[in-house]
């Protein structure tokens, strides 16, 4: 495929709409590990970082090297918590002013992309995304990189309680490995480009035989200035229940780490499992990019 070539038929397959994956019946005995859905989040814990002090360190030692050690120097135990209890967590200041811009301006350069979807044309919303291609940009395989490891231990928590028999190595690199000896070897990170009237129906991205359970999205413009509206939103359905709704409060710069399809919730009589879709509700104004990073690699 050439540089900036649109491959519409490729990107549809990738996101076909799927089946929900049955949900689990719950166990007779409760299970450690999962916090009780209506625990209150640890906010104080994942406090975002001094922009200036941030944006100075990352310019000294570059925004790979500031990523990692950022990265390193996270709280899991408190993002664990609020992923047990909600779903999804917050990471303030992930990426600084300086590098949302920049991570922005890379959708008008299409060498750096494999594909690019008009999501109208497939009944996915309205918008557009581009997905990277190999090699990625350093700042996403630094993210990439850096949060798999810790995510990759959550991930295997949540497979062994919702009784899940696949299980996560603690290398980003040898997951992909799996993945590409199973035909997915086409990178899944991406930005998304939304204007006035835009939106992203709910969906969850799969890609394949191997998913990993969590993914993450940055925020890469600035709410109230750059645009209004275009909320984050997560649904959760559970069994014999209506579905619950949630708007995650991003700024820019901010992550939020979620699940992709399903999670472990901690109920009377054990653990079962709830599924979960996101989307980005109607932008009302301006103009919102998003940067996306999947772990799993595309069929």
């Not at 209150?40 to 990523?67: K, N």
């Not at 950022?70 to 992923?83: F, M, N």
């Not at 600035?222 to 939103?233: A, I, L, M, T, W």
Request: aromatic share 8%; charged share 20%; proline share 7%.
């Amino acid at each position: 495929m050439s540089n900036g070539e649109l491959d519409f038929g490729d990107a549809a397959a990738e996101r076909k709409p799927r089946k929900a994956p049955p949900v689990a019946t719950p166990r007779a005995t409760p299970s450690a590990g999962v916090e009780a859905a209506d625990k209150p989040p640890a906010a104080a814990s994942l406090t975002a970082p001094d922009a200036q002090a941030q944006a100075a360190a990352r310019r000294a030692v570059g925004a790979a090297a500031g990523i990692a050690v950022h990265v390193a120097g996270l709280d899991w135990q408190a993002i664990g918590d609020e992923l047990n209890a909600h779903g999804y967590a917050i990471l303030p200041g992930m990426l600084t002013a300086e590098e949302c811009a920049a991570m922005a301006a890379q959708y008008a350069q299409p060498q750096l992309f494999r594909s690019r979807v008009v999501m109208s044309q497939h009944g996915f919303g309205s918008g557009e995304y581009q997905y990277f291609r190999y090699p990625l940009p350093s700042t996403i395989s630094a993210l990439r990189n850096a949060l798999y490891g810790p995510l990759a231990h959550i991930a295997n928590r949540w497979h062994e309680l919702m009784d899940l028999p696949d299980r996560f190595p603690a290398e980003h690199t040898d997951f992909l490995a799996r993945c590409h000896a199973a035909g997915q070897q086409r990178p899944t990170p991406l930005l998304l480009q939304y204007a006035q009237g835009d939106y992203n129906c709910l969906h969850q991205d799969l890609y394949g035989e191997h998913v990993f359970p969590l993914q993450a999205a940055v925020l890469l413009s600035q709410p109230g200035k750059d645009f209004d509206g275009g909320e984050f939103v997560l649904t959760e359905q559970r069994p014999r229940m209506q579905s619950r709704v949630e708007v995650v409060p991003l700024k820019r710069g901010d992550m939020v780490i979620f699940a992709v399809n399903h999670r472990p919730v901690q109920g009377t009589r054990g653990i079962y499992r709830v599924n979960l879709r996101h989307g980005v509700s109607r932008l009302r104004k301006g103009k919102r990019h998003t940067l996306g990073i999947i772990f799993h690699d595309a069929n």
